[in-house]
């Protein structure tokens, strides 16, 4: 899904966009295909904020449920924070183009879920993705546009089994002609189903944009990943598992 609003001709502008298809969202494990697997907790949100305390966002306790959050800027202020995720897709969008103002512009969606199911042999998530970041800088060396997608799979039989895999993609003034500014691909993350737990995972998909010219930069992984609840704490322990489903 492209939003793509540019700025004006010589205006400083900083854009990022990520997609996820999750209509390529699988989950397969050992030899087994679709054996008895039951899906819990699933949920999807999204978030935006133009960089003030308290952002904008809505959430389901589903994957089918349409979300959308948007956020623009009022008068002189072109910034544009818009979320949205379907049954097919989770999408995110920054722009800005408001350099005077000091404002960043964050965008997230993502979705969680955990399962159980019956089998043996690891255990594979994966999902594909495409995103793509733009920047025509200002006057100063801090304006950045950033995005990264994030997939997580913990295993709470297992505390010691918790993997992710991430794509980034970084530009700032420095940078602009010398380092890509698309991606697209898969990410994957194998477990191997060794315990008598649920097995769990979060989905991420994340859109900075800043040309304010004030030193913020996109926080750390650890800090988005843990900062909302990933998974509920306290499940019941089962009997090892191992399934196959495609989504």
Not at 2 to 18: D, K, L, Q, Y
């Amino acid at each position: 899904m492209a939003f793509n609003h540019g700025a004006a001709a010589g205006s400083a502008s900083s854009t990022a966009e990520v997609s996820v298809d999750w209509r390529s969202f699988r989950v397969t494990s050992g030899t087994d295909v679709n054996a008895g697997i039951a899906w819990y907790d699933r949920s999807s949100r999204v978030d935006t904020r133009l960089d003030t305390p308290y952002g904008d966002g809505t959430y389901s306790s589903d994957w089918v449920t349409p979300l959308t959050s948007l956020q623009t800027g009022s008068g002189i202020r072109s910034l544009i924070s818009k979320a949205d995720v379907d049954p097919d897709l989770l999408h995110a969008y920054s722009q800005d183009s408001d350099p005077a103002y000091g404002d960043a512009v964050t965008t997230e969606s993502y979705r969680t879920g955990s399962f159980t199911g019956s089998g043996t042999g690891a255990t594979t998530f994966s999902v594909d993705y495409s995103m793509s970041i733009g920047l025509v800088p200002g006057s100063e060396m801090n304006d950045v546009a950033a995005a990264w997608v994030l997939l997580v799979v913990n295993d709470f039989g297992d505390p010691n089994q918790a993997m992710s895999s991430r794509k980034d993609l970084f530009l700032n003034a420095n940078l602009v002609g010398q380092v890509p500014t698309q991606a697209s691909g898969t990410l994957s993350v194998t477990l191997p189903t060794t315990s008598i737990g649920r097995i769990s995972f979060k989905v991420t998909s994340h859109a900075y944009a800043n040309v304010s010219g004030v030193s913020q930069v996109p926080l750390p992984a650890s800090a988005w990943l843990f900062g909302s609840a990933l998974l509920a704490p306290g499940w019941l322990r089962l009997r090892q598992r191992s399934t196959s489903v495609r989504i």
